[in-house]
């Protein structure tokens, strides 16, 4: 069946920019992570949706990140008025919300700010 | 703070050899442990959980360890093959937790030389 789909795979922005990036998680799955991966360092949790439970969105560098999920399905991660140290590798995965839990990641969605 | 430390950034071996990688953490007492892999452009995949109480588990080639007293977890290729080459991450979690339930440690990228 399908994974877990992302876009775009590229986005180049200048700095001042908002951006949009779209995950599309396995259907059925009821638990959503967002997670940031720069050059060299490791998954940096962002924020996490289960379910119709407030997200935890205790990763969230800045209040110039948010992130919604219409629907219990897709997700939207918008920053606004982007940085350069907002460069990374954005990466979205889903999960069926057991306990212990197996995450499944998208391809991610590499952001460039110029 | 939670920290998760994996050996080193880069192991090199040759194709045959068993590899072996290490994750150790502190000021933490995990659940349960997992084992991703990761390939250039794409996303982490799962390899094995285990348990707090499970000492040891394996499937195929792959043998992982989970020792809680020495708060470490290893992780082990037997007949390692250039296909094997990637970034190994271990991640951490507890039932209930939030951000996910999992911590991710910063990877090791395993390399085998034919």
């Known amino acids: 069946g399908a994974g877990v789909s992302q876009s775009p795979s590229n986005k180049v922005t200048e700095k001042g920019k908002d951006v949009e990036l779209r995950c599309d998680p396995i259907s059925g799955h009821t638990a959503l992570y967002w997670y940031r991966q720069s050059l060299g360092q490791g998954l940096e949790f962002l924020i996490y949706f289960q379910g119709n439970s407030a997200p935890d969105k205790s990763g969230l560098p800045s209040d110039r990140f948010s992130a919604e999920r219409t629907g219990g399905s897709v997700s939207t991660l918008t920053i606004q008025r982007t940085q350069q140290e907002d460069s990374a590798v954005y990466l979205c995965?889903?999960?069926?919300?057991?306990?212990?839990?197996?995450?499944?990641f998208g391809p991610g969605t590499r952001l460039t700010v110029l | 703070s939670q920290k998760i430390e994996q050996n080193s950034e880069a192991l090199n071996i040759q194709e045959g050899k068993t590899a072996t990688l290490t994750c150790n953490y502190t000021?933490?007492?995990?659940?349960?442990l997992q084992w991703y892999r990761q390939d250039p452009g794409r996303g982490p995949v799962f390899l094995l959980l285990i348990r707090e109480n499970e000492k040891e588990k394996r499937k195929e080639r792959l043998k992982v360890t989970f020792d809680t007293t020495l708060k470490q977890s290893l992780f082990h290729i037997t007949a390692s093959q250039p296909a094997d080459s990637a970034t190994y991450l271990c991640a951490l979690g507890n039932y209930g937790g939030s951000q996910g339930n999992l911590i991710f440690g910063k990877g090791t990228k395993l390399s085998v030389k034919p």
């Open positions: 995965a889903s999960s069926w919300g057991l306990d212990p839990d197996t995450q499944y």
């Open positions: 000021n933490y007492s995990p659940a349960y």
